[in-house]
């Protein structure tokens, strides 16, 4: 039987294919692909993916700390610093932004 995340994952994904909006925990997807990232750039000698992996996340990080938070996220936060709770795909460009200038710059 399905347990509680499991059911949540499903629901948002069937949501999804319906062409509904989701907000599902994308920072924690975030997270954990930079983890990942980060940990192959360190095996491989790959100082560039790396940095790519530091900047990803530090995009995500400073994306959440101006108020941008998904609806699990938002629920545990102070109100007066929240901001927004985008759909996943606007929280998702919102941080391909931060990143855009992150590697700019």
Not at 25 to 40: D, E, I, P
């Amino acid at each position: 039987s399905l347990v509680g995340s499991e059911m949540c994952i499903r629901d948002s994904y069937y949501a999804h294919l319906k062409g509904q909006q989701t907000t599902t925990n994308s920072m924690a997807t975030l997270f954990a692909w930079t983890g990942a990232l980060r940990k192959r750039g360190e095996l491989d000698g790959n100082t560039e993916l790396v940095s790519f992996a530091e900047k990803l996340g530090r995009a995500g990080i400073e994306v959440f700390e101006e108020g941008y938070l998904s609806e699990d996220l938002a629920a545990l936060c102070d109100p007066a610093e929240f901001r927004e709770m985008p759909d996943n795909e606007r929280l998702m460009g919102l941080i391909r932004e931060k990143l855009t200038e992150m590697m700019q710059g």
